[in-house]
């Protein structure tokens, strides 16, 4: 009988009737449902197809050291989850060369036992095999399913997941779902109120402390006589109490996460509103610095890039102007702080000048003696600096003389005194025998030209005619010449009767006094008085550049 044992071919029969013997009694214990699954796992695991060694016929020849009770977690970092793709996921760990049925149930029953304690996974239906797990069954929403196929991945001896779960979208499944979520968060609201209400009280009373000490604008003024600079600053540490109001209530109830993410959403909307109100901004900052440099005071009288009046005040952002006939401008101060600004008020010593022609045949010095003369003997017209007169240009038949004249315009208005200085400035020359000439032009004809011209004329009304014929001659040239002084002399001194005739008449003050029209200085008071929303960055006690 040993030699039958001895001889190799008895052994392999014998070998492979243990083998046909294990397998049938598995077959009998196993349950008919998982007959087929266990089966395949039997054969894989006795190594009769795709085994790597040889599996001993005897049932103890399988240990518990070879076939765990429970998964047990490795000292492997855990994967991140993989991406989803057309419903399978994949779990990216090593995957074992020998599987078991063993581990297959124990994955199966692990994750089955993790869904019966979540909500809306208890319908999801698992099996496994060869370490592909498939889920099946219903989940309430797209959420859930996610969820499900996350956890599943998160075993380690996972090799796939299929995803077949059906999402039901069941309006009471999802609605319950919600109603639980905000009632949880309802219940946590009612627990920390207490701690919240400490909150809120405590970020009010660093607000209101921060609110009264801004109110204290004569502090603020004490410690800064510019207005604007004032407001600012008080201003600024009222945002500063509020902010730090709100950082002690939110590290008290444990949410300082909520202030960064407040502040950072803060700069991406203030960068947007930045982009949007730039012009605002630009002219909010050129007040700052005309309030800082004041350049002009109230009722000061400007030239702002060409556009003139009297400054009313200036707001936070334009200058308020009253032009010379009566209307408000207004100029964005950020045209202003840029732009040329020409302020007559800043010395009250200012000077026109006006031009006048003589003859070219007289003396244009002693004519400028006589006019600057009779300026001089103006009220308004000051004595420093004095009155002076410069030829300025030699015509064809005139000299022309530029006359320059200072005035105090802060107690003589400057155009009127201007016309009067012209008046008296002709008069003087016309008195004293110096003519004003007008352009002469001088045609010469023929003999016979000429006397064609002298019939015409003597038939006709010389005095409605406007060509005059002057003879060639030398002797009947001088004539008319003087003819023509003689008429000329004669209608200008009835122009002075008739003007001194009118000059004694009533109102006849107003047309001479070089006064400046308080009318347009009471409007200026006017607006200056009336209450405005902005406040007036104009301060007499600031230093002005």
């Known amino acids: 009988m040993t030699a039958y044992l001895d001889c190799p071919m008895i052994r392999k029969i014998l070998s492979a009737c243990g083998q046909l013997l294990l397998l049938l009694s598995l077959v009998c214990v196993l349950p008919a449902h998982a007959a087929g699954e ?5 054969k894989a695991a006795l190594g009769i197809e795709n085994a790597s060694e040889e599996v001993p016929s005897d049932d103890s020849a399988t240990t518990e050291s070879e076939i765990p009770v429970e998964t047990e977690p490795q000292n492997i970092p855990p994967a991140a989850n993989p991406p989803v793709i057309s419903g399978e996921s994949t779990n990216n760990a090593q995957i074992e060369t020998t599987p078991t049925p063993q581990k297959d149930n124990d994955i199966r029953q692990r994750i089955k036992g993790i869904f019966s304690e979540i909500e809306g996974l208890q319908a999801v239906d698992v099996s496994v095999a060869q370490g592909v797990v498939t889920l099946s069954g219903e989940a309430p929403n797209e959420k859930k399913a996610q ?4 956890l599943t991945n998160r075993l380690t ?5 299929e995803d077949n779960i059906n999402r039901t979208l069941d309006v009471q499944d999802n609605v319950t779902t919600v109603y639980q979520g905000l009632k949880a968060q309802v219940k946590n609201l009612v627990k920390a109120l207490p701690l919240l209400l400490v909150g809120i009280v405590i970020f009010a009373l660093v ?3 921060g609110s009264w ?3 204290r604008k004569k502090m603020w003024q004490r410690i ?3 207005p604007f600079v004032a407001e600012l600053l008080s201003q600024t540490v009222k945002v500063i109490f509020i902010i730090f109001g709100l950082i002690l209530a939110l590290s008290l109830i444990g949410a300082e996460t909520i202030l960064g993410t407040l502040l950072g959403g803060a700069g991406v909307i203030g960068i947007a509103v930045g982009f949007a109100v730039k012009d605002t901004i630009e002219n909010y900052i050129a007040s700052l ?5 004041q350049p002009f005071r109230a009722r000061d009288q400007i030239v702002i890039n060409g556009q003139e009046g009297i400054v009313v005040r200036l707001t936070s952002r334009a200058t308020i102007l009253m032009t010379l006939d009566g209307n408000q401008l207004r100029i964005p101060n950020a045209e202003v702080f840029k732009g040329t600004i020409l302020n007559y008020t800043k010395n009250p010593e200012r000077r026109f000048t006006f031009e006048l022609g003589v003859d070219a045949n007289d003396d244009p010095l002693a004519a400028i003696k006589v006019g600057v003369d009779a300026i001089c003997r103006l009220d308004f017209v000051l004595d420093e600096p004095k009155a002076i007169a410069v030829i300025n240009n030699v015509g064809d038949s005139n000299i022309i003389l530029e006359f320059q004249v200072w005035v105090d315009q802060s107690q003589t208005d400057f155009a009127k005194a201007r016309s009067i200085a012209i008046r008296e400035t002709k008069h003087a020359l016309e008195n004293a025998g110096f003519s004003l000439p007008e352009p002469i032009y001088r045609l010469r004809f023929n003999d016979k030209l000429e006397k064609a011209f002298e019939y015409m004329q003597a038939n006709t009304n010389s005095a409605q005619s406007d060509v005059t014929i002057t003879p060639t001659t030398p002797e009947a040239y001088d004539n008319s010449q003087h003819s023509d002084s003689n008429m000329d002399g004669k209608g200008k001194q009835q122009a002075k009767e008739r003007a001194k005739h009118i000059l004694q008449g009533r109102n006849a003050d107003d047309v001479l006094n070089p006064r400046p029209n308080d009318k347009l200085m009471e409007k200026v008071e006017q607006e200056i008085a009336q209450s405005s929303d902005d406040t007036d960055l104009l301060n007499n006690n600031s230093p002005q550049e």
Request: proline fraction near 4%; charged fraction near 10%; glycine fraction near 0%.
């Open 38 to 42: 266990e089966l395949t796992s039997v």
């Open 147 to 150: 969820q499900a196929i996350s």
């Open 157 to 161: 001896d996972v090799v796939t997941v």
């Open 207 to 209: 607000t209101w402390f």
């Open 213 to 215: 000490l801004s109110n």
């Open 224 to 226: 800064t006589p510019n």
């Open 289 to 293: 610095m005309l309030s800082i440099r």
